[in-house]
DNA sequence: CTGAAAAGCAATCAATACAGTTGCAGTTTA
DNA sequence: TAAACTGCAACTGTATTGATTGCTTTTCAG
């Protein structure tokens, strides 16, 4: 399954960072949309969980829109992942029916405990990074290139 | 999307691996079909990346069948991930079409190392385990909950 | 106070990846 | 030589999820 939620979250939420950055007003669901090449509506789509969870706030209204809900260097990249693939495990367990043996039996056990460790690992590596390191990153990668 | 083949693949090579210890003959699609709960074609073409990568074995004929390519302490989960999953990246970019500032301009390119840090932290933690460890542990889990 | 501009939300459509099946050709051995 | 396998290609079905549409509600500028 080629999920494609985590790599749309993190763009949005790069973008409020700059623009939390540059002082400028909210960013409309129009605005982001158009820098996503997406449509409004999936744009509020994807900022629900991370309204929910604080990583953004969205005010209504006429001049409304998006901004972040917390200073960017302290937003993990892990907590956006957490809120663009919710509770969906790494991996899906296959389908257990009946086990046939008594190895089978305990299969099911076995494999959420390998997911558990495999989710950690990824959270931990997703964790050293906080969104004020993407700006950064990204601007170097910039400037990396207009050199040449 | 929910992906089961890692799933499928390491339950299918813990069939292998307690054959290879019992020393039994050759397990065929079949009888693998029938533990699985699956089908005797589609075993088949979960076998494929594995044997290609010298995991497990086929031999043609009668009396042919599956089992594993080398003793099972000297297989890791990191390499059945690596079969089942093939070169599916851990996560899938959005779409890129052109960018629109210069902050989305290298956003693939980030994304595409965070994609790449995370993988390696999944096989870091698979690579730690073999298939041998996996027998021992669903026999722990076994007898364990034998003994209530 | 009123209209414009925004978010919020529900229903629905559409693309696609993947699970699963069928059928047959090739191979080996009892 | 026939049975019991694997190998392989083509196909179908379906669930997930990306994406759209069309509303209602909220807020603020003028």
Redesign the interface.
Known sequence: ????R???A??LM??LA?AAENGSAPLSSAELA????ANPSLVRKLLVPLTDEGLAVCVKGRTGGARLGRPADRIT?AEIYRCAVGD?P??????G?EP????????G???AA?TV??E???L???GD?TLAD??R???R??TG?ARH
Not at 1 to 4: A, E, T, Y
Not at 100 to 107: E, L
């Open positions: 399954m080629l999920d494609i985590f790599s749309r993190l763009q790069l973008f700059v158009h820098r996503l090449h990249l969906k790494l991996w899906a367990p296959s389908p029916v046939v043996c008594a190895v089978t039996a305990h299969a056990e076995y494999f390998l460790e495999a950690e690992a990824v931990g590596s997703l990074r993407g700006v990153e990204l601007r990668l910039d290139c």
